[in-house]
């Protein structure tokens, strides 16, 4: 965990072998294949420019082959370094190190965005879902996934007493420390709040059981839940939901020029051929480029 000062904590994957441990070795191909259907079936099927936010080790980052640059941005710079080594360095991916609550973009600056399997680390998701808005450009779609506290799992729990935490209220409960579950009704809300208009809502995940993962393979397990997935619209009750919304115009019309700014204090940042930082003009803050990653953890 970091925290600065002022700021809410963000979950620090530095040194992680999350990438193997969780997902390579931790038996959640389901899981995988199920995000890879909802994010298929959500996603543009091309465009130029889209963020990551959140991109890790770069697990999902190859589904974005339709669009022509992808922004990889994560707090970590070692899960940054393994999806550089997983996927290479060439003009199609950017890595960027830095804080979701102070994205190191100007405004309206993307063309889509997606935000997996993060929402659930943010003590503030409306400060960063906000922040997720101003980058991206008037009409853009945004993927949003986040856990949802209001699964049919955790309903039974409560009724049967073997859970205290109520999961049809609308506040979020912390599980463990930064790891946060969420009512879809609130995730609603904030994306509202934070400038977006939800289009689609699709349930994930649905057969997320120990005995069912065990005696059925994951690709026809997946392919049952992409027949749920549709239900999204209407409940959600899946430990997983994903979402689909659209950037609503912003007052800020954006210069049409420049890609960083400075995280701390808003100014454009202009990048020299070769050089080994990027420097603030106004405030004076540098941020380093290390081996082809742009880290502004500051």
Same mark, same amino acid.
């Given at each position: 965990?970091n925290e600065g000062s002022g700021? $809410?904590?963000?979950?620090? %994957? ?11 070795? #931790? ?13 298929? +079936? ?12 959140? !991109?890790?080790?770069?697990?999902? &980052?190859?589904?974005?082959? #339709? ?7 994560? %707090? ?5 370094? @393994? !999806? ?8 199609? %991916? ?6 979701? %609550? ?24 409306? *400060?960063?879902?906000?922040?997720? @808005?101003?980058v991206l450009k008037s009409g ?8 949802? =506290? ?25 599980? &463990? ?6 009512? $879809?009704?609130?995730? +609603? ?9 939800? =289009? ?7 057969? +997320? ?20 997935? $549709?239900?999204? =619209? ?14 609503? =115009? ?5 210069? #049409? ?17 070769? !050089?080994?930082?990027? *420097? ?11 081996? #082809? ?6």
């Amino acid at each position: 965990m970091n925290e600065g000062s002022g700021n $809410p904590p963000v979950i620090d %994957y530095e040194g992680s072998d999350y990438q193997t441990s969780f997902w390579e070795e #931790g038996g959640r191909e389901y899981e995988d294949l199920c995000e890879r259907t909802a994010l298929r +079936r959500l996603l543009p099927d091309q465009g130029q420019l889209l963020l990551e936010i959140g !991109a890790g080790a770069g697990r999902n &980052t190859p589904r974005y082959r #339709g669009f022509q640059r992808v922004v990889l941005l994560d %707090y970590s710079l070692t899960q940054l370094q @393994q !999806a550089q080594a997983a996927l290479g360095k060439n003009d199609a %991916y950017i890595y960027v190190a830095g804080d979701v %609550y102070h994205l190191p973009f100007v405004d309206q600056l993307f063309d889509g965005s997606t935000m997996i399997r993060v929402l659930h680390h943010m003590q503030d998701p409306l *400060a960063a879902l906000r922040q997720a @808005q101003r980058v991206l450009k008037s009409g853009a779609p945004f993927i949003l996934e986040y856990a949802n =506290k209001h699964n049919l799992k955790a309903i039974l729990r409560y009724w049967l007493g073997r859970q205290d935490w109520d999961p049809f209220s609308l506040e979020a409960v912390e599980f &463990t420390e930064l790891n946060y579950d969420f009512h $879809p009704r609130s995730v +609603r809300r904030w994306l509202d709040e934070a400038g977006f208009d939800l =289009k689609d809502q699709r349930t994930v995940s649905h057969f +997320r059981v120990g005995f069912l993962k065990r005696t059925i393979p994951a690709g026809l397990l997946a392919s049952l839940d992409a027949l749920f997935q $549709p239900t999204g =619209k209407w409940w959600q009750l899946s430990p997983s939901v994903f979402t689909r919304s659209i950037a609503r =115009k912003a007052q800020s019309s954006g210069s #049409g020029e420049g890609f960083f700014r400075c995280p701390d204090c808003g100014t454009d940042l202009s990048e020299k051929p070769g !050089a080994e930082q990027l *420097a603030c003009p106004d405030c004076g803050k540098t941020y380093p480029i290390v081996d #082809g990653i742009y880290d502004f953890r500051g």
